[in-house]
């Protein structure tokens, strides 16, 4: 399984963007970019993904490198609700089962 | 709504006594899920079943069974729990497809005493 990296946590304000890095340098012509998101003391719930091209939803943006090497989790103004652990995961090719990382916990300050 | 329902939420059972964890879903999906969390750590992937084709993941352990009886229900069977096997328990659905999303269930904490 194609593997990423995602820094351990990162802090933000309220009302500010956040840019969630991750690195995929592994990731195969037919892998999507998977993000997903883990509120505390609930399931992981689907924030966006891509494959080549980047895309915008209504909870968040997802930009994602020409050599698609690495893509950016772009949450345009942060809330205190928007506090998780954000997993980027590349979809395996050939199965249909997501393999979570570690992920990134973000913290958002008021 | 449709979604991902899992019962109980919280789930006690003791050292080596069977114990089944329920998973349905309205949704319809073909593809359903269960994962296993344990605490400050990422979901891990125990097994799917892909309509009635059951895939286990390589180093999902023995004691770790599951049932698709309908598209609507999937159980999961643990046959002698461990203290090691204290974790949130996850369901998950989703429709066939590379780029298709996975739609979660609350999850059920299982504790072992």
């Known amino acids: 399984d194609a593997k990423t990296t995602q820094p351990n946590s990162m802090e933000s304000n309220e009302e500010e963007p956040v840019h969630l890095p991750c690195n995929h340098s592994?990731?195969?012509?037919?892998?999507?970019i998977h993000w997903y998101r883990q509120l505390p003391s609930q399931g992981p719930e689907y924030v966006i993904h891509?494959?080549?091209s980047n895309v915008n939803n209504r909870m968040a943006s997802l930009a994602i490198a020409e050599d698609r090497k690495s893509s950016t989790l772009i949450l345009h103004r942060a809330t205190l609700r928007d506090a998780a652990v954000y997993y980027c995961?590349?979809?395996?090719?050939?199965?249909?089962?997501?393999?979570f990382g570690q992920g990134t916990r973000l913290t958002i300050n008021p | 709504d449709a979604m991902v329902i899992q019962n109980p939420r919280y789930q006690v059972t003791q050292f080596g006594k069977p114990v089944t964890l329920s998973c349905s879903q309205t949704?319809?999906?073909?593809?359903m899920y269960w994962y296993q969390q344990k605490s400050s750590q990422a979901p891990k992937l125990l097994f799917h079943?892909?309509?009635?084709?059951?895939?286990n993941e390589a180093d999902t352990p023995d004691n770790f069974q599951s049932r698709r009886p309908n598209t609507s229900f999937c159980f999961l069977d643990i046959r002698s729990p461990g203290l090691g096997d204290a974790a949130m328990y996850l369901c998950?659905?989703?429709?066939?497809?590379?780029?298709?999303?996975?739609?979660f269930g609350p999850g059920t904490r299982l504790l072992v005493l």
């Open positions: 949704l319809n999906h073909n593809v």
């Open positions: 079943y892909y309509d009635k084709d059951f895939n």
């Open positions: 998950a659905t989703s429709r066939v497809g590379r780029g298709e999303t996975q739609y």
């Open positions: 592994t990731i195969s012509g037919t892998d999507y």
């Open positions: 891509g494959l080549t």
């Open positions: 995961i590349l979809r395996d090719s050939g199965a249909q089962k997501l393999v």
